[in-house]
């Protein structure tokens, strides 16, 4: 299955007829409500809000007690919070662990790669903590454009919101990021990309060029300052890990390259699976749960 959508730039905003997903009617669409708060209801549900004049959509898992972990999903270009949490699954995923999903949805249906993009993640994580979730447990993850986002934010120079960042289809080193606190990342990419190529990168309608995804990922961990690494282990037949450990602060970095995967969201293979929607494909790993098991070691220090 093919996915052209939901990245980068304006000028990919119209793709072509092979693969284009659409955002999934949703079978029960949640309550809505406008509140200056994204949670200022931190009751187990579904419910749809207005944070800074932008939608979110916030999940929380029954029986959630106290202060929980959060994971922050960013849609790609062209899609939306709704349309992403269909692509990922992360609710099913967060009812099983016990954490917070929460998925806001761009104003203009695409991220701000710029100061004001990275101010509203934060807010909104700000926002989250001062609320319903755990400060030293936000996680921030995202696919394609949301996952250039995710990179952007940390790349931030200021004092981190986030414990730890994830991201599919789209990896990012920008000089920047050196002013930037070591980030524990983990990240998937498809080899036969033809969206944000995995050999070249991705370069943008202003000409700003992102490097080849391997190097963006060598990139962060010696940034990190990991003396670990890379530990390659190949999973399955369509998975190779690269793990760099004993890093800065422990912000660890694994880098999941899939062979053959196009621009999709990876769930881990299994026998007679069901039909897959727009947007998602099969691979010996799924990024929701290799995700989760690598945001749950990692928890923000100092707060």
């Known amino acids: 299955m093919t996915a052209c959508s939901i990245l980068?730039?304006?000028t990919?905003?119209?793709?072509?007829?092979?693969?284009?997903?659409t955002e999934p009617a949703s079978s029960a669409p949640p309550s809505a409500t406008v509140t200056a708060s994204a949670t200022a209801d931190c009751s187990p549900g579904t419910r749809d809000v207005s944070f800074r004049g932008q939608s979110v959509r916030v999940h929380i898992p029954k029986g959630a007690?106290?202060?929980?972990?959060a994971v922050v999903?960013?849609?790609g270009a062209g899609d939306s919070g709704p349309g992403v949490q269909s692509q990922t699954e992360f609710d099913a995923e967060a009812d099983r662990q016990g954490f917070m999903t929460v998925y806001p949805s761009a104003a203009s249906g695409e991220w701000d790669l710029g100061?004001?993009?990275?101010?509203?993640v934060e807010a909104l994580g700000r926002d989250l903590a001062r609320q319903c979730a755990d400060p030293s447990?936000?996680?921030?993850?995202?696919?394609?454009r949301g996952s250039a986002m995710t990179f952007t934010v940390a790349c931030s120079a200021g004092r981190p919101v986030y414990a730890a960042y994830g991201g599919v289809a789209f990896a990012d080193w920008r000089a920047r990021c050196r002013r930037a606190a070591p980030a524990p990342i983990v990240y998937l990419h498809g080899t036969a990309d033809q969206t944000v190529s995995f050999q070249k990168g991705y370069r943008f309608s202003n000409g700003v060029q992102t490097p080849p995804t391997?190097?963006?990922?060598?990139?962060?961990?010696?940034?990190?300052?990991?003396?670990?690494?890379p530990i390659r282990t190949t999973i399955g037949d369509d998975v190779v890990r690269r793990a760099w450990r004993a890093c800065k602060a422990a912000a660890a970095v694994d880098f999941y390259a899939i062979k053959g995967g196009d621009h999709q969201w990876p769930f881990k293979s299994v026998p007679n699976g069901p039909l897959?929607?727009?947007?998602?494909?099969?691979?010996?790993?799924?990024?929701?749960?290799?995700?989760?098991?690598?945001f749950r070691k990692h928890r923000l220090p100092g707060v």
């Open 8 to 10: 980068v730039s304006a």
């Open 12 to 21: 990919l905003a119209a793709c072509s007829a092979t693969g284009v997903p």
């Open 65 to 69: 007690q106290g202060p929980i972990p």
């Open 73 to 75: 999903v960013l849609h």
């Open 115 to 120: 100061q004001q993009g990275v101010a509203f």
């Open 137 to 144: 447990r936000l996680y921030l993850t995202g696919f394609s």
């Open 214 to 229: 391997p190097l963006a990922m060598r990139k962060w961990a010696r940034h990190n300052r990991c003396a670990k690494g």
């Open 276 to 294: 897959l929607k727009s947007g998602q494909s099969w691979a010996s790993v799924g990024a929701t749960e290799v995700m989760w098991r690598f």
